[in-house]
């Protein structure tokens, strides 16, 4: 038998290294959040750095077209009824983006980074640095920037008076208020805004996440590409480039880019592609449609209908006089999501083939992503659109 005061020197000795190890333990995560936390506020301080460098780079420029402000923390708190959650657009991919008025009675959206999100960070900072390079009539105008402290970081947008794309093509009541005339005139002016970011601005970018709900639509229905938090800058010279981290969303993403990285002017092609076919039949790419007893993905579907003569079936509702020219565009949609991305027209190629009646088109081979009877698995996972980041 152990003696009672052997058996309390024990015990006491076994709370004294259970202290011990809690203690450690804290100290442990303690350290760890606190680095964690220098990281993030060392990064906000130098996202600070390349926000003054941009703005400083624009005024050393002078350019008449950019008129770019820094704007008050206080004036766009203001602006916004102090970020009320009525006046919330919804949250984007490094915070929530808000509504705002000017003093000036100009409307605005406020893209607010939230405080210490990396990814966030990252993406902010790309789109800063980015957008200060480009002014086309057919991308998003940046008003100017906001920030207080190493804490808040803001960008300041024109506001699109109609919001984004798929508010209208996945909306029956909507959807109705976009006739054809206007749906092929967003078609086109997305062309254009991909052709300026590929061959005639200043750098090369390709978007990499073109959808529907990155497409704003202003008081006239005009379209303006948003977003450019994951674009990727190329030299002339360089035509494509490698990467293990796959961005985008699912259904949108080329097959060469989600398997092995390879990322080009042809992932934005395909994305193109896409997203026509979306403003065409007004369906998701990310569904399974049924036809002659079997499941298909949207771009198949489109395809399975054109090799059969049954466009009819994909276009969204009745063209009237404009019959040819939309199965025109269905037609230049599927050479722009071949499974090669040898095979897919650049940018400047699609707005010919969409504009010239007289240069004739060839026969599309069978789409990438060509999936015949999908899993039950496969029909639930699929049966919304959701950005994806793949590490490989």
């Known amino acids: 038998m152990v003696p009672d005061n052997t058996a309390n020197i024990l015990v006491g000795v076994g709370v004294f290294l259970m202290v011990i190890f809690i203690s450690c333990l804290v100290f442990h995560l303690w350290i760890k959040t606190q680095q964690q936390r220098e990281q993030a506020i060392l990064k906000l301080r130098q996202l600070s750095l390349a926000i003054q460098s941009v703005t400083n780079l624009w005024r050393m420029e002078g350019s008449n077209n950019l008129e770019f402000s820094k704007y008050d923390y206080s004036y766009i708190k203001e602006a916004t009824n102090n970020f009320s959650i009525d006046n919330k657009l919804g949250q984007g991919g490094f915070g929530p983006v808000y509504k705002g008025r000017l003093s000036s009675g100009i409307k605005i959206a406020v893209k607010r980074l939230e405080t210490c999100s990396l990814q966030g960070l990252l993406e902010f900072q790309n789109e800063i640095q ?3 390079k ?27 008076e109609n919001k984004s794309l798929d508010c209208f093509i996945f909306e029956n009541v909507k959807g109705a208020q976009l006739n054809w005339s206007k749906r092929l005139h967003i078609i086109d ?16 970018v390709v978007h990499r996440d073109l959808k529907a709900s990155n497409i704003l639509l202003d008081s006239e229905m005009n379209p303006r590409i948003s977003d450019f938090g994951m674009a990727r800058i190329f030299c002339s010279n360089v035509k494509e480039s490698n990467t293990t981290r796959i961005v985008g969303t699912r259904g949108y993403i080329p097959p060469e880019y989600a398997f092995h990285g390879i990322c080009s002017i042809k992932s934005d092609v395909f994305s193109f592609g896409v997203l026509t076919l979306e403003i065409i039949s007004s369906k998701r790419t990310a569904r399974f449609y049924e036809y002659d007893g079997k499941l298909y993905n949207l771009i198949s579907y489109a395809w399975q209908l054109w090799s059969d003569e049954k466009l009819g079936e994909l276009i969204y509702s009745p063209s009237g006089n404009g019959h040819h020219e939309i199965e025109r565009c269905i037609h230049v949609a599927l050479l722009c999501v071949q499974e090669s991305a040898e095979h897919r027209p650049d940018m400047e190629r699609v707005i010919t083939m969409l504009n010239t009646k007289d240069v004739s088109l060839p026969n599309p081979a069978q789409p990438a992503y060509f999936h015949v009877n999908p899993s039950e698995e496969e029909v639930l996972s699929c049966s919304a659109t959701m950005s994806i980041t793949l590490e490989r």
């Not at 920030?147 to 960008?155: C, F, N, R």
């Not at 254009?192 to 005639?200: E, M």
């Open 189 to 204: 002016g997305i062309a254009h805004g991909l052709l300026y970011l590929h061959n005639y601005s200043r750098i090369c």
């Open 134 to 160: 480009l002014q086309h009539k057919n991308l998003v105008k940046l008003l100017g920037y906001c920030t207080k402290g190493d804490q808040e970081k803001m960008l300041v947008y024109e506001y699109m």
């Open 130 to 132: 980015l957008i200060s």
